[in-house]
């Protein structure tokens, strides 16, 4: 079983910056994509960013140039930096993580969540 911790969310005014922190335990052998999903009241959860085990990032065109996601191998954590927050950035946000457990299961894993508020 695996399970994702995140932490770093808050309050925070239009222009200001945030950084979310997702760490991962449990019986992993490889993680491969780990990244970042938020969900704004009544609307759907979409992807902020994505990072896989090669490096390859991804990002919601809303979040390009503002958010950074980046990962600590060693520590089997994500990390989201927001800058340049907008009030429209306020959601909950959710870490996921895929790879492989100790039996070379493939797993997916979600975070509780953390709230991100943003005032104008």
């Known amino acids: 079983q695996v399970q994702l911790v995140e932490s770093g969310g808050g309050l925070v005014q239009a222009g200001g910056s945030l950084r979310l922190s997702c760490a991962a335990s449990?019986?992993?052998?490889?993680?491969?994509?780990m990244g970042w999903y938020r969900q704004a009241p009544g609307k759907q959860r979409e992807l902020v960013a994505t990072l896989t085990g090669s490096s390859i990032t991804n990002y919601a065109d809303s979040v390009k140039g503002r958010f950074t996601i980046s990962r600590d191998n060693a520590e089997n954590t994500v990390l989201l930096q927001m800058n340049s927050l907008k009030p429209e950035d306020t959601a909950v946000y959710y870490c996921?993580?895929?790879?492989?457990?100790?039996?070379?299961?493939?797993?997916?894993?979600w975070g509780q969540g953390t709230q991100v508020t943003v005032s104008s």
């Open positions: 449990g019986s992993i052998l490889r993680l491969e994509t």
């Open positions: 996921k993580a895929e790879g492989r457990d100790i039996t070379w299961r493939p797993f997916a894993s």
